[in-house]
């Protein structure tokens, strides 16, 4: 049953506080309104209206085992959601808020557990794009966000991937132009304190939290990301991924000439040569040299070459360095390792 969707375009620096009211009145009256990050756009719902975020995991096809970001405007709102602040959250928070740090936390009973997908925690972050920002104050509520593409796509970085994805399935697009960070935040563990952890890299490293002084990692649980979809039988547990083939190589000379059979596009990424490829990726070679280019563009590039009806991207491997986890991170699970033979 497809809705309207209403796009609105709003500058960055100084949105329209008459839009933002229009898009407060829908979220309020527990719509779906998608708005701008400077991470990704995210598909947001009031988080203490329970049937406002259902309707977040019917438009996404999200299972409902995975839960849901809650984005705030400032400390204040972030400990209304959780029962203990810490005093590491609140150096984090001081350093690193607005920004793409999501802090994970014991959750409050504000938080519905639909939106936590029943447990104990709860994600908080303060965005630091002025729309997503004035939002949230506009609103005077927290609102539950996670990236707004159908599930098991790539993540959107302007509204014009959103519309690809959720047009017709949400009430309201907020277009402020392309997120400029282009990769989700960093998912931070608190809840083992004063031990962290890290559950999905982003664009706030461990070296920079370590720069802080004072923090202890859990070197037990290693670096995972927990929204792994479980493997099931004949699909693809490949999440963030491209309808496209898409296979990863570490190192250019691994690659064999099958990669190259029919239409393929390569993506390479940090100080790059040239290579054997025979169809070059338009915006490869030293464009994605740059960790902080190669993240904001990263989605933009895997959803173009999508739309392109390629038998194949390949991909190269980002070194293996901290500037480059959390693409790393992205990549191996947007796609799958090349084995010798070639595809099947
Ligand atoms: O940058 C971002 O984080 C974007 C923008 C919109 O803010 N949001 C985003 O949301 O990427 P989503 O739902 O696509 O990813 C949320 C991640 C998932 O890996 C989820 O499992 C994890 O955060 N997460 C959320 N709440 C959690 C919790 N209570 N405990 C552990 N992991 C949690
Ligand atoms: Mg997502």
């Not at 096809?61 to 995975?66: E, I, K, L, V, W």
Request: glycine share 8%.
């Amino acid at each position: 049953m497809a809705i309207q969707t209403v796009v609105l375009r709003l500058n960055t620096r100084d949105p329209d506080a008459a839009i933002l009211r229009r898009a407060a009145e829908v979220l309020r009256s527990g719509g779906l309104v998608a708005f701008p990050t400077e991470t990704v756009y995210g598909l947001g719902a009031v988080a203490t209206d329970p049937a406002a975020v259902r309707r977040i995991f019917d438009a996404k096809g999200r299972p409902s085992t995975n839960p849901l970001i809650v984005h705030v405007d400032g400390v204040e709102m972030a400990r209304d959601c959780i029962s203990d602040w810490p005093g590491a959250a609140e150096r984090l928070a001081s350093s690193f808020w607005p920004g793409p740090l999501t802090l994970v936390l014991p959750r409050s009973s504000a938080i519905p557990d639909v939106v936590t997908a029943g447990r104990g925690t709860v994600g908080v972050r303060m965005p630091a794009n002025e729309v997503a920002r004035r939002l949230i104050e506009t609103v005077g509520r927290p609102l539950a966000a996670p990236s707004a593409n159908r599930s098991n796509r790539v993540s959107p970085t302007t509204a014009e991937h959103v519309l690809q994805d959720l047009d017709g399935r949400v009430d309201m697009v907020l277009d402020a132009g392309p997120a400029t960070v282009g990769l989700e935040s960093t998912v931070l563990d608190l809840t083992r304190e004063p031990l962290l952890r890290i559950l999905r890299p982003g664009p706030i490293t461990r070296q920079q939290i370590d720069a802080l002084g004072g923090f202890r990692w859990d070197e037990e649980a290693p670096e995972t990301v927990d929204d792994r979809p479980a493997p099931s039988p004949g699909m693809s547990s490949l999440h963030y991924a491209p309808a496209t083939p898409t296979f990863r190589v570490e190192h250019e000379h691994e690659l064999t000439p099958t990669a190259w059979a029919g239409r393929a596009a390569l993506i390479r990424f940090g100080p790059v040569e040239a290579g054997p490829s025979e169809l070059r990726c338009p915006v490869g070679g030293p464009r994605l040299a740059d960790p902080s280019v190669a993240a904001a563009r990263l989605y933009e590039l895997l959803r173009e070459l999508d739309g392109r009806g390629l038998d194949r991207i390949v991909v190269v491997m980002p070194p293996d360095e901290p500037e480059w986890a959390a693409i790393r991170d992205r990549l191996n699970r947007a796609a799958r390792a090349w084995e010798p033979g070639g595809p099947r």
